[in-house]
């Protein structure tokens, strides 16, 4: 029995970091494309631009 009662706190555990990491990563994201690909500043646009070509991803 307390082997399934550490099994199940394990498991809330790890779900509720993978909700956090999932958060975190989408907070990133918003960030990388709202802040560095709309930026009015050339360095940081040109650098977000850079970054979207090295990855591949189309941005024109």
Do not use: W
Not at 2 to 8: L, W
Not at 17 to 33: C, D, E, K, T
């Amino acid at each position: 029995m307390e082997m399934n009662t550490a099994t199940k706190t394990l498991g809330a555990t790890a779900s509720g970091s993978r909700a956090a990491q999932l958060g975190l990563v989408a907070l990133l994201g918003v960030f990388v494309i709202g802040f560095l690909g709309f930026s009015h500043m050339d360095v940081v646009h040109n650098a977000g631009h850079d970054y979207r070509h090295s990855m591949a991803f189309p941005c024109h």
